[in-house]
């Protein structure tokens, strides 16, 4: 059974820096490309950044605008979203998901078949 462990959200003031983490377990992590995405109050879960499996390609929505970064350790079988110049639109649950099929580039949306349960991310202005 796959499980995604988020965590490292909080609260952060306009232009501040938070580092999101995802431990992942039940499959061979190294194995599937994996990203990361929100959801505001009201919207739909939207895609924000991928990693392909062996973490050589990474991919990014277009509001991002060079602010975020994804990386992957798969001795740790974790993925990280590193999040700077935050904006109070950034505000958000923020899930990690993993992709349903081996070997894929994390490039989002579709894909993905496993979520973790989401952490709160706040930016206050």
């Known amino acids: 059974q796959v499980q995604l462990v988020e965590s490292g959200g909080g609260l952060v003031q306009t232009g501040g820096s938070l580092r999101l983490s995802c431990v992942a377990s039940?499959?061979?992590?190294?194995?599937?490309?994996m990203g990361w995405f929100r959801q505001a109050p009201g919207t739909e879960r939207v895609f924000v950044g991928g990693?392909?499996?062996?973490?050589?390609?990474?991919y990014y929505a277009d509001f991002v605008e060079g602010r975020f970064t994804v990386s992957r350790d798969n001795a740790q079988d974790t993925v990280y979203l590193q999040m700077n110049s935050l904006k109070p639109e950034d505000t958000a649950i923020y899930y990690c998901?993993?992709?349903?099929?081996?070997?894929?580039?994390?490039?989002?949306?579709?894909?993905?078949?496993?979520w973790g349960q989401g952490t709160q991310v706040t930016v206050s202005d």
């Open positions: 990693i392909s499996w062996n973490g050589r390609n990474t």
């Open positions: 039940g499959r061979t992590f190294s194995r599937y490309g």
């Open positions: 998901g993993m992709e349903r099929h081996g070997y894929g580039l994390g490039q989002g949306p579709r894909g993905f078949g496993f």
